[in-house]
């Protein structure tokens, strides 16, 4: 890549994390593609296995983010010095300022890097309490199952709740007159936090329809998704594959899951390395070969300005 035409664009030292991350991505993407086909000659009969053998490339993905979170911790948050030219005139306000604001930075990331293994932790429980729950290892109630789910959601409701907080503070709820309006107020709720209450009513129909609290057919549970228009034929024929209809399989109705998977999977393990191990094009000029320079030398290189050593013997010829 960094010796294409287009190399000169990049830092030298993209390349390398650069082919860490679609390696990254095309092998999750293929665990991913692996699980569900587990899954999906689980579910028809086609094997006997437990579902923590089904769970295995899922959980492979787990640990492979788990440990991208540990190693980001380890990492020092990178300092802006940008604001430092208010302070220009006083080093020793400037340094301070400076410590102050390192100090607020690495604050920010602990605790962003502990919400983020947080999380993962939290998927990773919900997984196994799932797997342990269908393999009749425990006998809890799913109410209690999906605890790690609901403190997760809980975790996502903290961006909305900011984001709502900003939106009451801008111009967009007010009216023409320049008032608050109610109603663009409850609009604006809405439209922050849909996407999460529809999440949480369906967990919670599952949850009900699972402990037997309702008798109600799947297809009913399923309503909140059917509301925002997600793909009607796909979960009609999953909720009858939950209702005992054995003629229906599951690895037809998972079939649209394979085809997106796998054309990700083109694209991150194929397609865009080519494109960047390629670069933009051939030179115009043929394929002179061009040297990599240091960055440190990049900016400190000297430059002679003077007649090129041809032009001199062409001048000299010339005489």
Same mark, same amino acid.
């Given at each position: 890549?960094?010796?294409?035409?287009?190399?000169?664009?990049?830092?030298?030292?993209?390349?390398?994390?650069?082919?860490?991350?679609?390696?990254?991505?095309?092998?999750?993407?293929?665990?991913?593609?692996?699980?569900?086909?587990?899954?999906?000659?689980?579910?028809?009969?086609?094997?006997?296995?437990?579902?923590?053998?089904?769970?295995?490339?899922?959980?492979?993905?787990?640990?492979?983010?788990?440990?991208?979170?540990?190693?980001?911790?380890?990492?020092?948050?990178?300092?802006?010095?940008?604001?430092?030219?208010?302070?220009?005139?006083?080093?020793?306000?400037?340094?301070?300022?400076?410590?102050?604001?390192?100090?607020?930075?690495?604050?920010?990331?602990?605790?962003?890097?502990?919400?983020?293994?947080?999380?993962?932790?939290? %998927? !990773?429980?919900?997984?196994? @309490? $799932?797997? /342990? #729950?269908?393999?009749?290892? =425990?006998? +809890?109630?799913?109410?209690?199952?999906?605890?790690?789910?609901?403190?997760?959601?809980?975790?996502?409701?903290?961006?909305?709740?900011?984001?709502?907080?900003?939106?009451?503070?801008?111009?967009?709820?007010?009216?023409?007159?320049?008032?608050?309006?109610?109603?663009?107020?409850?609009?604006?709720?809405?439209?922050?936090?849909?996407?999460?209450?529809?999440?949480?009513?369906?967990?919670?129909?599952?949850?009900?329809?699972?402990?037997?609290?309702?008798?109600?057919?799947?297809?009913? %549970? !399923?309503?909140?998704?059917? @509301? $925002?228009? /997600? #793909?009607?034929?796909?979960? =009609?024929? +999953?909720?009858?594959?939950?209702?005992?209809?054995?003629?229906?399989?599951?690895?037809?109705?998972?079939?649209?899951?394979?085809?997106?998977?796998?054309?990700?999977?083109?694209?991150?393990?194929?397609?865009?390395?080519?494109?960047?191990?390629?670069?933009?094009?051939?030179?115009?000029?043929?394929?002179?070969?061009?040297?990599?320079?240091?960055?440190?030398?990049?900016?400190?290189?000297?430059?002679?300005?003077?007649?090129?050593?041809?032009?001199?013997?062409?001048?000299?010829?010339? %005489?």
């Amino acid at each position: 890549m960094m010796d294409s035409v287009a190399g000169f664009l990049f830092d030298p030292d993209i390349e390398g994390p650069l082919c860490f991350f679609f390696t990254t991505i095309s092998i999750s993407i293929i665990l991913l593609i692996l699980f569900f086909t587990f899954l999906s000659i689980k579910v028809d009969g086609k094997v006997s296995w437990s579902l923590g053998v089904v769970f295995i490339p899922i959980w492979i993905v787990d640990l492979v983010i788990f440990g991208v979170l540990v190693a980001q911790t380890k990492k020092e948050p990178t300092e802006d010095d940008e604001n430092d030219e208010e302070f220009e005139d006083d080093p020793g306000i400037r340094e301070q300022a400076r410590e102050k604001r390192r100090q607020q930075q690495r604050r920010l990331h602990r605790i962003r890097n502990f919400l983020a293994i947080a999380y993962v932790l939290l %998927v !990773f429980t919900f997984q196994i @309490l $799932i797997v /342990l #729950r269908a393999d009749r290892v =425990i006998i +809890w109630s799913a109410a209690i199952v999906f605890i790690p789910y609901f403190i997760i959601e809980t975790i996502n409701m903290y961006p909305n709740i900011i984001e709502y907080i900003v939106i009451l503070r801008t111009s967009r709820v007010y009216d023409n007159d320049g008032f608050p309006s109610l109603k663009l107020k409850i609009k604006m709720f809405f439209e922050t936090f849909w996407w999460l209450l529809i999440r949480v009513t369906l967990a919670i129909l599952i949850v009900l329809r699972i402990d037997k609290v309702i008798t109600l057919s799947w297809g009913i %549970v !399923f309503l909140p998704l059917y @509301l $925002i228009g /997600l #793909r009607y034929a796909l979960w =009609i024929l +999953w909720q009858c594959r939950l209702d005992g209809n054995t003629g229906i399989k599951l690895s037809s109705i998972l079939i649209p899951v394979f085809i997106v998977l796998s054309l990700f999977f083109c694209c991150t393990g194929c397609c865009l390395p080519l494109i960047f191990l390629n670069g933009i094009g051939d030179d115009l000029e043929g394929s002179a070969e061009t040297s990599l320079i240091s960055p440190d030398k990049r900016i400190t290189y000297p430059t002679v300005a003077g007649p090129s050593s041809s032009f001199a013997r062409s001048s000299n010829d010339t %005489v």
